[in-house]
């Protein structure tokens, strides 16, 4: 089933999507409304054009797949589910996200993961295919963040400035010859191996599979692995869970 935004705030847009009896929806012609998604359980949405913020929001369960770029907050508190970007993103993507998977075929801004959490089953991911701003994995208590940097140039970072900082938990994988070198002290930066290796491994045949790539060279490359210092003076200050 069809749906034509042009004409529909954010309110209309959501009831109709709500009210629908369709499992499948194409959205066509979307221009900045908010909260598509936001709270969704089971249906699956192609969303063609630019939606606004907080894409996905409250998710728990649903998939969508942006034919375009998103703005801000792309599944805030996002608790189940799978979003698809084929283009970039903007600031905030997975702000205290508890569960799901985020894939973004290009860029994001800053802050992308803050705040992302995990509990037993619940692990949430996110793969960037492009850049993440600065701030990636602010405050991170849980989950995988794994950032590609397709299309730069050899010496080029794929994370910008201060990156992992207050991380108390979950891990960031960055593929690139060497790691950031303003990392805080709370963490540690190794090359990916074992049990990290496999989680890695995982997640990028699912993105690949996602944008039509293939795996074979990406994972023969080099990645790294961001995680809390075992005496990260932060992880004291939260329960285990």
């Not at 799978?82 to 799901?100: F, T």
């Not at 010496?155 to 900082?165: D, I, L, N, R």
């Not at 960031?172 to 805080?184: G, K, S, T």
């Not at 709370?186 to 996602?210: H, S, Y």
Request: glycine share 14%.
């Amino acid at each position: 089933m069809t749906i034509w935004t042009e004409g529909l705030d954010f309110q209309a847009l959501g009831e109709r999507i709500r009210h629908s009896q369709a499992q499948e929806l194409e959205l066509e012609g979307v221009l900045g409304q908010r909260y598509i998604g936001a709270g969704l359980r089971d249906k699956r949405l192609r969303i063609r054009g630019v939606p606004g913020n907080a894409l996905g929001a409250y998710m728990d369960g649903a998939q969508l797949r942006v034919e375009g770029n998103a703005q801000d907050a792309v599944g805030d508190t996002m608790n189940d589910g799978e979003i698809v970007v084929e283009g970039s993103c903007g600031d905030a993507l997975g702000y205290a996200m508890r569960g799901g998977s985020i894939f973004v075929r290009g860029d994001v801004g800053y802050r992308c993961g803050i705040h992302m959490k995990a509990y037993r089953e619940k692990q949430p991911r996110i793969v960037i295919g492009g850049r993440a701003g600065s701030f990636l994995g602010e405050y991170q208590a849980g989950g995988r963040i794994l950032v590609l940097g397709l299309g730069l140039e050899e010496e080029q970072p794929p994370v910008g400035a201060f990156p992992a900082m207050g991380q108390h938990g979950g891990a960031i994988f960055l593929r690139c010859r060497r790691p950031p070198q303003d990392l805080p002290a709370q963490v540690t930066a190794k090359p990916a191996d074992g049990e990290e290796l496999r989680w890695l491994q995982g997640d990028l045949r699912d993105f690949c599979q996602r944008f039509g790539l293939d795996p074979e060279p990406l994972l023969a490359d080099e990645y790294w692995c961001l995680r809390p210092n075992t005496e990260n003076p932060y992880q004291r200050l939260y329960t285990p869970y």
